[in-house]
Nanobody
Framework: QTQLVESGGGSVQPGGSLRLSCTAS????????MAWFRQAPGKEREGVAFIDSGGFATYADSVKGRFTISQGKDSLYLQMTALNAEDTAMYYC?????????????????WGQGTQVTVSS
């Protein structure tokens, strides 16, 4: 099994920046799709950013131009800038292994416990 652990969440003022990290341990694979999701109370889970084995990244429209996803060896990052109240949510990293590219219907097998991001004045 693979374990994912997020860190870097916290409270920030509107317009601020935050960098989330996710470390993966256990069984991993160079063939993968990794992603950041978020979920706010009373709202549906939203896929924020996705990155595949080759580093090709895609983003939700709501975060394009503000968030950047990147990866290292068994690690995933989300650089968040120009944060606003709508970004307040629990953020989760997720991974699917054995696939070379992310797809719209990719199902993620492994999930972290989440890290809270709160944007308020």
């Amino acid at each position: 099994q693979t374990q994912l652990v997020e860190s870097g969440g916290g409270s920030v003022q509107p317009g601020g920046s935050l960098r989330l990290s996710c470390t993966a341990s256990g069984r991993t694979d160079s063939a993968h799709c990794m992603a950041w999701f978020r979920q706010a109370p009373g709202k549906e889970r939203e896929g924020v950013a996705f990155i595949d084995s080759g580093g090709f990244a895609t983003y939700a429209d709501s975060v394009k131009g503000r968030f950047t996803i990147s990866q290292g060896k068994d690690s995933l990052y989300l650089q968040m800038t120009a944060l606003n109240a709508e970004d307040t949510a629990m953020y989760y990293c997720a991974a699917e292994y054995g696939i070379w590219t992310c797809r719209r219907g990719t199902e993620f097998t492994f999930w972290g416990q989440g890290t809270q991001v709160t944007v308020s004045s």
